[in-house]
């Protein structure tokens, strides 16, 4: 798989619902490393899975929000001020 241009990825950082490759890539992480976990996330650690309503794509904000938990992160909607 080629990276794609700087302006391709300028042009889709706010998109909301991902391709597995997209999220991939957006994470950082060498796609032969994830790709074949990514079943085992779904079944065993409530990955997010795909949506067919949107073409097979995982929803981004969910995505962030599952990865920020498993790293122990607070989640902000328990957050008082």
Known sequence: ???P???TIEREKDKLFL???EMIRRLGVPE???RPLLPALES???FPRKSPFFGDRRY???VKAWLDKHHGLPDPSKLTR
């Open 1 to 3: 798989m080629t990276a």
């Open 5 to 7: 241009s700087p302006e």
């Open 19 to 21: 391709t597995d490759a």
């Open 32 to 34: 032969k490393l994830l």
């Open 44 to 46: 065993k650690y409530g």
């Open 60 to 62: 981004w904000p969910a």
